[in-house]
Structure formats: structure tokens, C-alpha cells
């Protein structure tokens, strides 16, 4: 890697960032500078989100709620103020309506055994659409394997867009939830959400976003975008792994039974009847990962320093540019197109299998992901077995761009 980062005209001072993040200047397989270009799967962890993750331990480490002592009333403290903190990043109405969560995936999933049992039944329908992520298809096929009722995929075009007029001929008085991503893991496609969850409310059904590729690259306004629910996942924000948040309309979320029993989610318990918490303390129940909350809020703050257009001006400069070089190899042919994408690119190369660019890249210090990036149905719709994908975050640069093209011309001289 040339030694001067080439700087874009986005605002975003790049050299600093990185200076944040300490694992960048880690070598990797023998010395290489390590080129990470895997923040869909995960992003890198700023040395602001460690060192509040250290002083927690060091300084407040003691359980939440219900202790009288220091301790615990400090880290009560850091707790609560950290669900006012997601509050505000998404501006939700009330901390009442901001859950913690393991994830994306406990947010959905939570809303299926808890909403969703309630309230879906024999005969009724589940719409999702062809590029959801596993965590997305999953709970939903149990739910209706479970009710006897239909799950109903919305096509999406040979660009990886949702063909909105086959989304709104599945709406019908028989929908009781669409559940959708806000970008697409695997190709990046931004989703029409506003319009989607107009003609979803307009049907009379309900609505769950998952955005786990939505918060790190876009302005999120859960009250603008009136959508029931949203969820998100703190590693994908620069945050810790094992939290997530599962917004929802306090209303709905009130009239939802819980899904856990045991600690926190009671106010009092006998053999004979239990009474429940108020929100959001009611769905979350036992010891939560205190630390993982804290360092999800230092994260967020950190986006916020930096502001998030900022970073989305950014990351679409890496997008156009990368997309424009990866475009001048011979037999490389993206997989997912686009008018609206996040800083996603799936790829495949004539003649090499995916995994074999994954390994070959890997010994150049070039992280990429290889695979179907749990979206096996939407590999399926492009008949490709799986993808190389490079996921650009707001610590990348144009440089590591031109050395993954770089590295990809070494991979085609292998297979040459």
C-alpha cells in the first residue's frame, strides 16, 4: 500500500479515523498490512469503544437494577443512559420503547415468538422478500410451520431491487407483518423502506426492519419512517459483539407478552402468579450484557462525532470507485446492481471459485468474505453457489480499493 492515503473530497479527515482504530495497523500473514474489507460481517472496534469497555470493568463493574450499593447504582447509570443514547441516535419516542438485545437476530426473533404468536394464525401471511438474510427467513418459516400460516417471498430484479409492484400484489387483509432489511448483507441494495412501509400499513399489517446494514450507513428516523419495529446489531456499528437493539411502538410493544422468564422482567413472583415489568425491562430478562450496552452508546457517540452523512458520503465514494476499477478485470462480474446500494460489492470470477479468491486474497492480507453470506435463497435467484464480497466502512480508503483489484489480478494468474 502506497504510504500517502488517497484522500476523497467527502469531508471525512480518513488518516485520523484510522489512527482510531488499533487493529488496522496490525500486520497479518508475515508482516502484510492488513486490508480489511469484511465490515459487513463485522466492523473494527475504535480505540474510544475499547477504552470505555476497560473503564466499565476497571471502575464500574457490578450488576444493574437492583443493587443499593455504589457500583451497582454507577453502572445502573451508564446502562440506562446508553438506552437514552440509542433513543436519540434513532429518534425513538421514549426509552421505553428501545429493547436490549443479543441482536438482529434475538430482535427478530423476539418479535416472532412474542408478536407474532399472538397474532398470526392458519391462513394468515408473513411477507418477506428474496435478498433477507437467514435471521430474516428462519424465524418467520417457524412461526408459520407452527400457525399454519403462508410466508410470501416479494421477487426481487436481476439488479437485486425489490420489484415493488409484485411486493404490493402480496399485501392483502391476510398480511399480518412484512419483514424486510433495510440494505441487503450480500449485495448492498438499499430498500425503498418509506414505501414499503406505507403499502404495508395501507394493507393493514405490521412492520419489522432489520437494520443491521441499515444504522452503519444511513441517517435511521424510526419515527419518520413509521415503521413498527426496527432492529440493529452493535458489532455492525463499530460496537461490541452479543447486543442489539429491538425498537418498537411502545403500544405494541405493551400489549406483547414477554418472551423470557427469570430476573428483571418481574415485579414479583409467587407459585401461584407472576406480575410482569413494565417496558422495556419486561423482554429483558437475567443479567444483560451490561458492557456490550455501554459499548454499543461510546460507539454511537463516536458515529455521531463524525456524523453519519459524512460517513455515507464517504463510503459512497468508495463504492463508485471500487465498483469502477473492479469493473476493468476481465471475467468479473458483479453480482447485484443497484440504483441505491451501501458499500457492498459481491462479486464473481470466471473460473475461480469464490473461497479460492477468499484464500488467495487472505495471503496478500486482503480480508474479504467468501460464500452465500446467509442468503442461500438469493444465491439461488442468481445461480451462483456463492459470492466474494468486499464491504467498505468509513476507516477504508481508495488505496485499499486499488489493492484488492491488485490482489484479484494475482488470483487470475494462479487460475491463468
Not at 403499502?199 to 419518520?224: E, F, K, N, S, Y
Not at 483489484?405 to 491463468?416: C, D, P
Request: aromatic share 6%; with cysteine; charged share 20%.
Amino acid at each position: 500500500m502506497t504510504a500517502v492515503l488517497q484522500q476523497t473530497n467527502t469531508g471525512l479527515d480518513v488518516d485520523r479515523i484510522r489512527r482510531d482504530f488499533p487493529i488496522l495497523t496490525q500486520p497479518v500473514r508475515g508482516g502484510r498490512p492488513l486490508v480489511y474489507l469484511d465490515n459487513a460481517a463485522t466492523t473494527q472496534k475504535p480505540r474510544q469503544v475499547i477504552d470505555r469497555i476497560v473503564r466499565y470493568y476497571t471502575e464500574e463493574n457490578a450488576n444493574v437494577h437492583r443493587g443499593v450499593h455504589y457500583l451497582s447504582e454507577t453502572a445502573t447509570d451508564s446502562y440506562e443512559k446508553s438506552r437514552t443514547t440509542v433513543k436519540r441516535f434513532i429518534n425513538a419516542r421514549d426509552e421505553k420503547e428501545i429493547v436490549f438485545t443479543r441482536g438482529t437476530t434475538e430482535g427478530i426473533n423476539l418479535v416472532a415468538q412474542t408478536w407474532g404468536r399472538r397474532n398470526v394464525g392458519a391462513g394468515d401471511e408473513i411477507v418477506i422478500t428474496a435478498i433477507e438474510h437467514h435471521s430474516n427467513i428462519v424465524p418467520w418459516q417457524m412461526l408459520c410451520e407452527e400457525k399454519g400460516s403462508r410466508l410470501l417471498i416479494a421477487p426481487v430484479n436481476d439488479s437485486g431491487e425489490v420489484i415493488l409492484d409484485e411486493f404490493e400484489k402480496l399485501l392483502s387483509p391476510r398480511t399480518k407483518i412484512v419483514s424486510f432489511g433495510h440494505a441487503s448483507n450480500a449485495l448492498g441494495t438499499i430498500n425503498p423502506i418509506g414505501k414499503m412501509i406505507g403499502l404495508a400499513h395501507a394493507a393493514g399489517a405490521i412492520t419489522l426492519i432489520d437494520g443491521a446494514q441499515g444504522v452503519p450507513h444511513l441517517h435511521v428516523d424510526v419515527r419518520d419512517l413509521d415503521c413498527d419495529f426496527y432492529t440493529f446489531s452493535a458489532h455492525k456499528v463499530y460496537g461490541p459483539t452479543g447486543t442489539g437493539v429491538l425498537y418498537g411502538k411502545e403500544s405494541i410493544l405493551d400489549a406483547m407478552p414477554p418472551w423470557q422468564g427469570g430476573g428483571d422482567m418481574i415485579l414479583s413472583v409467587s407459585f401461584e402468579k407472576t406480575t410482569y415489568n413494565a417496558l422495556p425491562y419486561k423482554f429483558e430478562a437475567g443479567t444483560p450484557n451490561i458492557e456490550g450496552v455501554i459499548g454499543l452508546a461510546a460507539a454511537l457517540d463516536y458515529v455521531s462525532a463524525i456524523g453519519i452523512d459524512t460517513i455515507a458520503a464517504h463510503e459512497q465514494d468508495l463504492l463508485h470507485y471500487a465498483t469502477k476499477r473492479l469493473l476493468e478485470i476481465d471475467g468479473l462480474r458483479i453480482i447485484g446492481t443497484a440504483a441505491e446500494k451501501a458499500s457492498v460489492i459481491s462479486f464473481v470470477l470466471e473460473g475461480v471459485h469464490p473461497h479460492d479468491i477468499g484464500t488467495i486474497l487472505d495471503e496478500q492480507g486482503i480480508a474479504v468474505r467468501t460464500g452465500h453470506h446467509c442468503a442461500q435463497p438469493l444465491m439461488l435467484r442468481f445461480n451462483v453457489p456463492a459470492t466474494g464480497r468486499a464491504s467498505f466502512a468509513m476507516y477504508n480508503t481508495r488505496d485499499e480499493a486499488d489493492e484488492l483489484v491488485a490482489g484479484l489480478h494475482k488470483v487470475i494468474e494462479v487460475f491463468r
